[in-house]
């Protein structure tokens, strides 16, 4: 039986005060226990979170659950995290720890971002390893979450989001004005978040270039004490999610092993970088090819190919058909 965190525990029964429930009776409906002295806390499943949040939601009669519980969530468990925004001098070197934060929070949350003319676009998705999870519960609360990490970041109390949600509204709509200073658009093709590039490089008060590159040392440290968890094949998966284009030198020094021992020690587990790194690819190239908003050159980007013509060549390969006409059969 899953098992929540103290921590995690503490912070929904607060939550849940705040929207009117008792959320003892919704983790025994779920079939989550509270952790005791004989029982080890787990990570819990994507698939048990979701339903999690929903049934808060829906056991609320006061404030909305997603939103009371994106603006109680903080980093102070990660105190990593904490000292990486905090000494960042821009919103640019920030913005790196998005590829951290599914690693240290919840390996299934995926965020990725680009800059699309003047705007810096910040993308959100779930993707279990098994199947599609569809949560607008989560998703909305990772977009609070974010807003917030924008303002710690920029130490300004509102930007203006344009948002889009792939879902549809889950409550009144001026709900989501209050909370974002905007009206989402819902039924989009991408959980979006758009705000203008200008911040990327607006200086920090509070940067430090010595401390900054300490904390990220420290960051690079709690990924490697993730292997006593995933394993090295584990963690290397979930660091290729996040990041598919980096390379083994990339890899390896974020895992604090040397090339040649990651190298060892992926050939005895019966894979190799090359390999992992394919799966990851092929596995992203498909979730994107059904994203109408992206064409090839930009997923061939993504995906860390040098131009269109060796992403074909290689998800040829891979699903034995040009990604083109994958895409035209996946969005008949």
């Known amino acids: 039986?899953?098992?929540?965190?103290?921590?995690?525990?503490?912070?929904?029964?607060?939550?849940?005060?705040?929207?009117?429930?008792?959320?003892?009776?919704?983790?025994?409906?779920v079939g989550i226990q509270v952790p005791g002295h004989d029982v080890e806390e787990a990570p819990l499943d994507l698939e048990i979170v979701?339903?999690?949040?929903?049934?808060?939601?829906?056991?609320?009669t006061k404030g909305y659950f997603p939103f009371v519980v994106g603006e109680h969530f903080a980093f102070e468990n990660?105190?990593?995290?904490?000292?990486?925004?905090?000494?960042?001098?821009?919103?640019?070197?920030?913005?790196?720890l998005l590829e951290y934060i599914p690693n240290l929070v919840q390996p299934d949350l995926v965020s990725r971002y680009g800059i699309i003319g003047d705007q810096l676009v910040v993308y959100f998705d779930l993707q279990a390893?098994?199947?599609?999870?569809r949560s607008p519960e989560l998703i909305e609360t990772a977009f609070v979450?974010?807003?917030?990490?924008?303002?710690?970041?920029l130490q300004q109390d509102s930007i203006h989001f344009d948002l889009t949600f792939q879902h549809e509204?889950?409550?009144?709509?001026?709900v989501y004005q209050r909370q974002f200073g905007t009206r989402p658009v819902f039924g989009a093709t991408r959980n979006a978040i758009r705000f203008g590039a200008e911040f990327l490089d607006r200086p920090l008060p509070?940067?430090?270039?010595?401390?900054?590159?300490?904390?990220?040392?420290?960051?690079?440290g709690r990924l490697q004490r993730l292997q006593a968890e995933h394993g090295l094949t584990g963690t290397l998966l979930l660091m290729l999610r996040h990041a598919p284009s980096i390379t083994m030198a990339e890899a390896s020094l974020r895992l604090g092993v040397e090339p040649r021992t990651l190298?060892?020690?992926?050939?005895?587990?019966?894979?190799?970088?090359?390999?992992?790194?394919?799966?990851?690819?092929f596995d992203l190239a498909k979730a994107m090819l059904i994203d109408r908003e992206l064409d090839l050159d930009a997923i061939a980007a993504k995906l860390g190919f040098a131009d269109r013509v060796s992403f074909t060549k290689a998800f040829s390969k891979w699903s034995g058909q040009p990604p083109a006409t994958y895409r035209r059969s996946h969005l008949t």
Not at 79 to 93: C, D, G, Y
Not at 129 to 133: N, V, Y
Request: charged share 20%; with cysteine; aromatic share 6%.
């Open 1 to 29: 039986m899953p098992t929540i965190s103290l921590h995690d525990l503490s912070r929904l029964t607060t939550v849940g005060a705040l929207c009117g429930f008792d959320i003892a009776p919704v983790l025994k409906e």
């Open 50 to 60: 979701a339903r999690l949040f929903e049934l808060c939601r829906l056991r609320s």
């Open 78 to 96: 990660v105190p990593e995290v904490q000292a990486f925004l905090i000494t960042s001098s821009s919103l640019r070197e920030a913005v790196w």
């Open 129 to 133: 390893r098994t199947k599609t999870i």
């Open 145 to 153: 979450v974010f807003a917030k990490f924008l303002g710690q970041v």
């Open 169 to 174: 509204p889950l409550t009144e709509l001026g």
């Open 206 to 220: 509070t940067g430090s270039p010595a401390l900054h590159a300490k904390a990220q040392l420290l960051l690079e």
């Open 263 to 281: 190298q060892r020690k992926l050939k005895e587990a019966g894979t190799s970088f090359a390999m992992l790194q394919s799966q990851v690819r």
